[in-house]
Every structure is written in C-alpha cells, then in structure tokens.
C-alpha cells in the first residue's frame, strides 16, 4: 500500500507541473492573440484596396498582362503552405498540411506538376519525415509574421511565376493557410493568387460605400507592373497575419483543454491516492486490534 500511496503522490505532482506549464502557455497566447487580430484588422483594408485596384485595372482594360491572363494550358502549379515553427497548436498544423494535400490531389488530377514553398518548421519537418521535395522554405517568427518576410515570398512566386514551363516555371500560384475566423473556429482555406481572379468586378457596393473611379497613368502595363507584386506581396502579408491569429487561438483552445485534463488528472489521483491512505491506515488498526487481541489471549491462557 505504501508503494502505491507514494506512486500516485508522483502522479499527482506530475500532473500539477504540467498544469502550470499549460496554463502558462494559455494566458501568453490569450495575450498574444488581441494584437494579433488588431494587425490583421489593420491589414485587411489595405489588403482589399489594393486587390480593388489590381480588378478594376483587370477588368477595365484590354491588355492582355501575363499576371492577370489566364494561360491556354496549366502544366505546373505552385502551392505556399502556411503552417506553425512550434507544436502544441493542436490540429493547427496538420488540417493545413491536410487541405495542401487535397488540393495537390486535385491539381495532380488535372494533369499539372506541383512544386511546393513552406512556410513554418511544422510544414519543413512533415516534408522532411515524408522525403518530399520543396523549392524553397522559411521559418522563424510564424506567430509574428513581418512585412519583409512576405516580401520575400512575394519576390519568390513571382520569380517562378514568370519563368517558363521549360525552365522551371510555374503556371499558378496558390496559397493555403488557416482563416481566423474566431476564437473558436480557425477555418483552412485555399487561394488562387495567381494569375489574378477578379472578383470584385460585379460586386455592388453597399449603400454607404462607394467604389473609387481610378485613371490609369502614363498606361495600364506599366500599372500593372508596378502594382501586381504589391498585390502579391499585401495578400502574402494578410495571409501569414491570419495564420499566426489562428495559431494563437489553436494553442490556447488545446492548452485550455490540456489543463482541464490535467485537473481531472489531480482529481482523479487524489481520490485514488485518500483511497489507498485510507486502506493503509485500516490496515494498520486491523493489525493492531489483532495483536492486542493475541497478547490479550495469551494472558488469560497464563
């Protein structure tokens, strides 16, 4: 009983450690994830400005531009996939690499090679454990995402975007990440970045908004030019602000659940362990009432 008694004692001061730990990891991520919303809150307008932009010049001009062209034949697709450096997210990272690869499946379906770029170290290590190959990938601040690491992957779809098939180029861009949804719901989606799907061309504004007139000066190429890897380079941003909010909202809502766990743990362990304390002292009077009932025979038979 005493052996016992002292294992679940260590049960019980194990699950209080991991408790502490996890309800650490909460509150920090509970802290992170207000300035989180507040800058994809500021990004988003700008994000759906620019895209308004890119549309109208899209859908109000003649100029056939590689970007905004959609090609006869697709041979090879690019997929950016937005997952998390650290674990403890729960299915943060797994439900993107999920969607990632049904989207391959679809685009291998459709006859188009696909080529990868990852973005987060989960991404890395599950390409790593798999042998698969990518051609190029970035870790380090997921949850802090900055405008120059954007940049940088910008610069990079771009690059590939415009090379030819024969040379390694890719046809189509496509984004995967979480959408912050809200506290609870962190949804994985899939974006065609491109070339370029105007979207916004039949929308009707709502009654107290009015959509800008735009001139196109000295002309709609060299607008084009200079504005498409702005666009590119804003919908990046926007996407790792929405993953890294996701990614703090995951790892709260599983380190919430890993501390409730753990209480229940310390519940369940201190009930089994007053059992046991209970059964040892039992024991014990039981073996004092018998030997004072043995001396007390053995006295009278004197």
């Keep these: 009983m005493g052996a016992q008694l002292r294992v679940y004692r260590q049960k019980i001061k194990s699950a209080q450690t991991t408790k502490k730990i996890t309800r650490a990891m909460e509150l920090i991520s509970a802290s992170r994830i207000a300035k989180a919303q507040q800058r994809v809150a500021a990004a988003t307008p700008y994000s759906r400005?620019?895209?308004?932009?890119?549309?109208?010049?899209?859908t109000f001009s003649n100029v056939d531009h590689p970007l905004t062209t959609e090609p006869a034949r697709i041979d090879r697709a690019a997929v950016v996939i937005f997952t998390s450096d650290r674990g403890l997210a729960g299915a943060f990272s797994s439900n993107v690499l999920k969607e990632a690869e049904q989207l391959t499946s679809l685009l291998r379906e459709q006859g188009k090679d696909v080529v990868y770029y990852l973005v987060g170290r989960k991404?890395?290590?599950?390409?790593?454990?798999?042998?698969?190959?990518?051609?190029?990938?970035?870790?380090?601040?997921t949850d802090l995402p900055t405008v120059d690491t954007a940049k940088e992957i910008a610069e990079s779809v771009l690059e590939i975007f415009k090379k030819d098939f024969a040379e390694g180029g890719a046809d189509e861009i496509h984004l995967v990440f979480n959408r912050f949804v809200s506290m609870i719901t962190q949804e994985p989606e899939v974006v065609r970045l491109l070339p370029l799907q105007v979207v916004e061309a039949d929308e009707t504004p709502a009654s107290n908004e009015v959509f800008p007139l735009y001139e196109f000066e000295p002309d709609v190429t060299k607008v084009l030019d200079a504005l498409l890897p702005v666009y590119v380079e804003s919908r990046i941003y926007n996407s790792m602000l929405q993953s890294a909010a996701s990614e703090h909202a995951a790892r709260q809502k599983a380190m919430k659940s890993a501390t409730d766990n753990a209480e229940k743990l310390i519940s369940n362990y201190t009930r089994l362990s007053n059992a046991a304390r209970q059964s040892e002292i039992t024991q014990q009077i039981s073996e004092i009432v018998g030997g004072a009932d043995a001396l007390a025979s053995q006295g009278d038979e004197d």
């Design 123 to 141: 991404a890395v290590s599950n390409f790593n454990f798999r042998r698969r190959e990518s051609v190029q990938s970035w870790i380090g601040g």
């Design 49 to 58: 400005a620019v895209t308004r932009a890119v549309s109208a010049v899209a």
